[in-house]
């Protein structure tokens, strides 16, 4: 059974750093690509980033550039999400999901998401 | 502002059917797949439909997708109290070299 637990959200200040985590099992994690998608209160989805199976490269949504960095470990099947510099409008519940790309690009397993709240 | 365009909500009875609609460009929906996606309170979100039209194992075929044009729509027949939930389409956009997803649409079933 395909299983993905995030962590590590919780209340951080304007300004602050905080590190999200992913842990995956059920399946070979280091063939797919992953994804990290927020969705802020009252507000709808919005992908993030996403990071290829080996790990060598990475695409991130123009709001977070330069801000947020998502890593992998294959060797202990976890996703990161390490995120500096946080703003309130990066408010959300954050979801790690698993990208399938055979044909189109869809996330079919998601986890169940952590919140995080940038509030002074 | 979402890149793709879903009502805010529907409604339907018990046994009844509702579509939901997602409307998009060429530079998305137009070119490419289009996927949905239910969220439940509290829970990881689920795919219901994926490549347009096909629906992942386990997925009761009371789920549907289609899509023409720049514009997909999910539709849901013999509505039960349990899929009271937020919906969202979902697809690459070639332009903005992004993932987009629509605003999501809220289904009550009265």
């Known amino acids: 059974e395909v299983q993905l637990v995030e962590s590590g959200g919780g209340l951080v200040q304007p300004g602050g750093s905080l590190r999200l985590s992913c842990a995956a099992s059920?399946?070979?994690?280091?063939?797919?690509?992953m994804s990290w998608v927020r969705r802020a209160p009252g507000k709808g989805l919005e992908w993030v980033a996403n990071?290829?199976?080996?790990?060598?490269?990475?695409y991130y949504v123009d709001s977070v550039k330069g801000r947020f960095t998502i890593s992998r470990d294959n060797a202990k099947n976890s996703l990161y999400l390490q995120m500096n510099s946080l703003r309130a409008e990066d408010t959300a519940v954050y979801y790690c999901a698993r990208v399938r790309k055979e044909s189109g690009s869809y996330r079919d397993y998601w986890g169940q998401g952590t919140l995080v709240t940038v509030s002074s | 502002q979402s890149v793709l365009t879903q009502p805010p909500s529907v409604s339907a009875a018990p046994g009844q059917k509702v579509t939901i609609s997602c409307s998009g460009s060429s530079s998305n929906i137009g070119n490419n797949y289009v996927s949905w996606y239910q969220l439940l309170p509290g829970t990881a979100p689920k795919l219901l439909i994926y490549d347009n039209n096909k629906r992942p194992s386990g997925i009761p075929d009371r789920f549907s997708g289609s899509k023409s044009g720049t514009s997909a729509t999910l539709g849901i027949t013999g509505l039960q109290t349990g899929d009271e939930a937020d919906y969202f389409c979902g697809a690459w956009d070639s332009g903005l070299s992004v993932v987009a997803f629509g605003g999501g649409t809220k289904l009550t079933v009265l």
């Open positions: 990071i290829e199976g080996d790990g060598s490269k990475q």
């Open positions: 059920g399946f070979t994690f280091s063939i797919f690509w």
